[in-house]
């Protein structure tokens, strides 16, 4: 595989951590797009999302996007990344994107206590986003059940990332 390695899904479905394992199970470099532009910022996503809004975090999420190498690399994507106008095709195009996917009860029993997500307010409004955004991830290339275990997750997405490799 000589292209990115996309994880995209819900929050909860636990893309940071199994990209995280995949990075290093395949000695790549890993980068988590929301914590890039916590650094690049010097601010929280929250504080992004308070200050400035959603449409500038939108902006600044392309253009990592946009400035991504084409080198082999994990890139766990934050939850409405692929959802942005033209940007799940930008996925598509520039690399392997695999859909961390979990019932929204999971989810939301992984979140639990979790009060730093700015669009997580109350179960009803996640389990709307959760409807709304459910199509755009089912474009990936691959889904993989975020809902067992880390390492039964990370498995199941080296199979496949492997199988492309032959």
Known sequence: MQKPIFLIGM?????SSVGERLAKD???PFFDVDT???INKGVSVSTIFETEGELAFRMYEANFIDQLSAEPQIISC?????CAPQMMEKLLNKGLVIFLSA?????LERLKGENNRPLLKTAKDFEALYLERRPIYAKAH???DA???LDRVVENCLEIIKSRLS
């Open 103 to 107: 019932p929204s009860a999971v989810l």
């Open 78 to 82: 934050g939850g409405g990344l692929p």
């Open 36 to 38: 890039i532009i916590e």
């Open 26 to 28: 395949l000695h790549l």
């Open 11 to 15: 929050m909860g479905s636990g893309k």
């Open 142 to 144: 691959f889904q993989v």
């Open 147 to 149: 809902s067992p275990n």
